[in-house]
T-cell receptor, first 114, second 114 residues
Framework: ETGVTQSPTHLIKTRGQQVTLRCSSQ?????VSWYQQALGQGPQFIFQ???????GRGNFPPRFSGLQFPNYSSELNVNALELDDSALYLC?????????????FGQGTRLTVV | AQSVTQLGSHVSVSEGALVLLRCNYS??????LFWYVQYPNQGLQLLLK??????LVKGINGFEAEFKKSETSFHLTKPSAHMSDAAEYFC????????????FGQGTRLTINP
C-alpha cells in the first residue's frame, strides 16, 4: 500500500457542476501528477505539479485545473462537468530528487457525472 | 511523442501456465519502462521497471520483463500463473528528462482459468 491518499473515493455530480478532488502525496515526494482513466481505457495524463506550479499538461481543456500546496498535496478542479468526465481520477506522487524512481498511485476517485 | 501498444486487450491462460503480456513502445529518446497492475476498483501498483542497466528486470509476484531496444519491446512474463494474478495490466513509458509524465497502453485484462 502506498502513502498516496485520495478523497473522496466516490462522487456523483450533475452535468454543469464543479468538482474538487484531493490528493496527499507520499512523504518525501515533491511532484504530483493527475490522470484520468475512462472505463476500459488506460490512464491519460492530465497535468503535473512541481513546486506549486504546473509542470506539464496533457490534452485536456482549461476547465481542468489544479493546485499544489506547500506540503506537496494537490487538488484537481473540474468546471462545467460533462458526461464524458465520468472516470476514475488517479493521483500519483514522485520525486525529482530521484528521477529514475517510480510514481506511486493512490486508490483513485470514481467520478460519475449524471 | 511517445506511445505504447499492448497487443491483446484480453489474455486468458490456465492456472500454472506461462503468462505473456506484450508491450511495444515508440519513443524518440531512451525511455524508462514500467508495468503496473490494477485490481478492480483500485489504483495502480508497480510490478517492475526498467531504467538503466540489466535489460531483464524482475518484479513482484514472480513477474519479469525484458527490455529489447532493437524490437522496442518490453514484454511481461510469469512462468506459472496463479488465480490471484487475474487483473488488468498496463505497460507505460516515460521520458528520462522533462516532466515525469507516464504514457500508458490501453491495458490487457488477464483471466486465469482453473
Amino acid at each position: 500500500e502506498t502513502g498516496v491518499t485520495q478523497s473522496p473515493t466516490h462522487l456523483i455530480k450533475t452535468r454543469g457542476q464543479q468538482v474538487t478532488l484531493r490528493c496527499s502525496s507520499q512523504s518525501g515526494h515533491n511532484t504530483v501528477s493527475w490522470y484520468q482513466q475512462a472505463l476500459g481505457q488506460g490512464p491519460q495524463f492530465i497535468f503535473q505539479y512541481y513546486r506549486e506550479e504546473e509542470n506539464g499538461r496533457g490534452n485536456f481543456p482549461p476547465r481542468f485545473s489544479g493546485l499544489q500546496f506547500p506540503n506537496y498535496s494537490s487538488e484537481l478542479n473540474v468546471n462545467a462537468l460533462e458526461l464524458d468526465d465520468s472516470a476514475l481520477y488517479l493521483c500519483a506522487s514522485s520525486s525529482t530528487d530521484s528521477p529514475n524512481t517510480e510514481a506511486f498511485f493512490g486508490q483513485g476517485t470514481r467520478l460519475t457525472v449524471v | 511523442a511517445q506511445s505504447v501498444t499492448q497487443l491483446g486487450s484480453h489474455v486468458s491462460v490456465s492456472e500454472g501456465a506461462l503468462v505473456l503480456l506484450r508491450c511495444n513502445y515508440s519513443s524518440s529518446v531512451p525511455p524508462y519502462l514500467f508495468w503496473y497492475v490494477q485490481y478492480p476498483n483500485q489504483g495502480l501498483q508497480l510490478l517492475l521497471k526498467y531504467t538503466t542497466g540489466a535489460t531483464l528486470v524482475k518484479g513482484i509476484n514472480g513477474f519479469e520483463a525484458e527490455f529489447k531496444k532493437s524490437e522496442t519491446s518490453f514484454h511481461l512474463t510469469k512462468p506459472s500463473a496463479h488465480m490471484s494474478d487475474a487483473a488488468e495490466y498496463f505497460c507505460a513509458v516515460r521520458s528520462i528528462q522533462g516532466a515525469q509524465k507516464l504514457v500508458f497502453g490501453q491495458g490487457t485484462r488477464l483471466t486465469i482459468n482453473p
